[in-house]
């Protein structure tokens, strides 16, 4: 059973950073899709930020030039560094993996248990 393990939340004080990680469990010939996601209490899910195989990437207008994507497909790994971070941050992130492979095998869509990051003073 393939899992997403989250780590790296927390609280941080109005311009801090921190760096979310999470790691697919299991063996994989691929991943094509790894993403980061939020909700805020009483507010839908919204996309962060998306990373390809290709390492392409794509930003919520509200995060881009303070938060970057990057991955390690060697350790089947995302990760979420956010700086400056501001109040409106709070949020719980989610991580997302699509489009995992092992050899002829395609597992379904995995989505993490969830991480808290707040930003307080």
């Known amino acids: 059973q393939v899992q997403l393990v989250e780590s790296g939340g927390g609280l941080v004080q109005p311009g801090g950073s921190l760096r979310l990680s999470c790691a697919a469990s299991g063996s994989f010939s691929s991943i094509y899709f790894m993403g980061w996601y939020r909700q805020a209490p009483g507010k839908q899910r919204e996309l962060v930020a998306t990373i390809t195989n290709s390492d392409n990437t794509n930003y919520a207008d509200s995060v881009k030039g303070r938060f970057t994507i990057s991955r390690d497909n060697a350790k089947n790994t995302a990760y979420l560094q956010m700086n400056n971070l501001k109040p409106e941050d709070t949020a719980v992130y989610y991580c997302?993996?699509?489009?995992?492979?092992?050899?002829?095998?395609?597992?379904?869509?995995?989505w993490g248990q969830g991480t808290q990051v707040t930003v307080s003073s």
């Open positions: 997302h993996m699509a489009g995992l492979k092992s050899g002829s095998f395609n597992y379904p869509d995995r």
